[in-house]
């Protein structure tokens, strides 16, 4: 299986990009991934938010690679254990999905397009938390989910 990331922005923060490195070296023994970081508007003023994500939409839309299965994390989205996601995980695998696309929006979040699309909308927690700790977050519970699906000792 391919997995794709595509999120908004380069990642600025160090300790991110380190936990980021980290968790895909270890996924790369589960799965080929790919990361795509898209050009992220800048935020000017809060009402300028929509746009924003609109415009983000558009460039989502294009990086999709054509019967890619759209996993899309959003606050609204459903959350669920690291066992649940595991189960999701596994069940995706088993029915043929030859690319899965996970998506992180930007600063603004995602459009509602997006969501719409999406084959899957997940909730990494209701807390907030920044576009780029979703990432390093999304890629540890991938590995985790991983772990759990091949029976290694790493969740417990």
Request: cysteine-free; overall charge positive; proline content about 1%.
């Amino acid at each position: 299986m391919r997995i794709t990331f595509l999120w908004m922005g380069k990642t600025k923060e160090r300790f991110i990009q380190d936990g980021i490195e980290k968790y895909l070296r270890f996924l790369r023994s589960y799965a080929d991934v790919d990361v795509r970081e898209l050009k992220e508007e800048k935020v000017r003023d809060l009402k300028e938010a929509p746009g924003i994500r609109k415009k983000e939409a558009e460039r989502i839309f294009k990086a999709v690679p054509g019967g890619a299965s759209l996993v899309a994390l959003d606050e609204r989205g459903q959350e669920l254990t690291s066992h649940e996601f595991a189960a999701f995980l596994q069940t995706t695998r088993d029915r043929g999905v030859r690319e899965l696309v996970f998506v992180i929006g930007g600063a603004m979040g995602l459009d509602e397009s997006v969501t719409e699309k999406a084959d899957k909308t997940l909730a990494v927690a209701r807390w907030t938390l920044t576009h780029e700790m979703v990432r390093v977050v999304l890629l540890e519970q991938l590995y985790r989910a991983f772990t759990i699906i091949t029976g290694k000792t790493y969740h417990y």
